[in-house]
């Protein structure tokens, strides 16, 4: 497989850009595919590395969403955001609020409404992009999922937040 060009962070939009992506994205949990997609969505935006955007019916009929009614919050590009917990019918087990939806989002952002994005931080499934694994983006704020072809500083990490 060739070497993917460099992508640098810093070159980035402001307001972010939004597009349909063909990379492969899957996603493994307990040696089960949770979701598995060539027809996401990224959100690339300044500093920041890609937030991925999984249609619903890419992920397995072996998991259950769930919303989360009493967390919410706001972005001022994408709008309010909708939490998922996400339980894996096999074991019972489930992650709290790693899970999140814009199901009304603004104009620009309509394109992904009701479509999922996963943290990649402090879960115990596992994400690739073109069978590459992912690196969960620095911090517990964004969700953004970090691949060897990216460079340049990346927000989230101590000392970023002013940015």
């Known amino acids: 497989m060739a ?3 460099k992508l640098n962070v810093q070159n980035f939009p402001r307001p972010p850009l939004l597009e349909k992506t063909p990379r492969h994205l899957v996603l493994r ?9 060539k027809s996401a969505y990224w959100v690339l935006e300044t500093t920041h590395p890609p937030t991925y955007y999984l249609p619903r019916n890419s992920v397995s009929d072996s998991f259950n969403l769930t919303q989360v009614p009493e967390k919410a919050s706001l ?9 998922w917990d996400l339980t894996d019918k096999s074991t019972g087990q489930t992650v709290k609020n790693k ?5 009304s989002p603004t ?9 999922l994005s996963f943290y990649a931080s402090g879960v115990p499934w596992e994400c690739f992009v073109d069978d590459e694994k992912v690196t969960p983006q620095e911090g517990d704020y ?6 060897s072809e990216l460079e340049g500083p990346m927000k ?3 000392g970023t937040w002013g940015w």
Do not use: H, M
């Not at 001022?76 to 939490?83: M, N, P, V």
């Open 107 to 115: 104009p620009a952002f309509t394109s992904i409404k009701g479509y």
């Open 29 to 37: 949990w307990n040696g089960q595919t949770l979701a598995d997609t």
């Open 156 to 158: 989230g990490g101590p």
């Open 99 to 103: 899970i999140w939806s814009y199901e």
């Open 75 to 83: 972005c001022e590009w994408k709008g309010r955001a909708t939490y």
């Open 142 to 147: 964004y969700g953004g999922w970090v691949t």
């Open 3 to 5: 070497a993917k060009p």
